[in-house]
């Protein structure tokens, strides 16, 4: 069983940073892709980026190119996901989530086995 504990979020004006942390703890797939996606009030929960863990490859959304850069530290077990020029278009709650093997889906939130509880990230002026 794999645990996904995520920290950060919080509070910025537009323009600001934050960054988003994702220990994870239990399993042993021999790869795996991490991923964030995002839920909005009222909207479906939605891609953001993701990250091949053995490889370090990566994809992002369009509406985070740019401004958003997925990150992992194989040694820390922790993916990261920094988050700059923020936009109030990007408050929302930010989930990391697991699936085994090297393909990234990013329509196909079934495909991901483990999920973080969620923090919630706001944009305001």
């Known amino acids: 069983q794999v645990e996904l504990v995520q920290s950060g979020g919080g509070q910025v004006h537009p323009g600001g940073s934050l960054k988003l942390s994702c220990a994870a703890s239990?399993?042993?797939?021999?790869?795996?892709?991490m991923a964030w996606f995002r839920q909005a009030p009222g909207k479906e929960r939605e891609f953001v980026a993701a990250?091949?863990?053995?490889?370090?490859?990566?994809y992002s959304d369009d509406s985070v190119k740019g401004r958003f850069i997925i990150s992992r530290d194989s040694a820390k077990n922790s993916g990261y996901l920094q988050m700059n020029s923020l936009k109030p278009e990007d408050t929302a709650v930010y989930f990391c989530a697991v699936t085994s093997g090297d393909v990234i889906y990013t329509g196909a939130k079934g495909r991901y086995d483990y999920w973080g509880q969620g923090t919630q990230v706001i944009v305001s002026a």
């Open positions: 990250i091949r863990w053995t490889s370090g490859s990566t």
């Open positions: 239990g399993g042993s797939f021999s790869t795996f892709v």
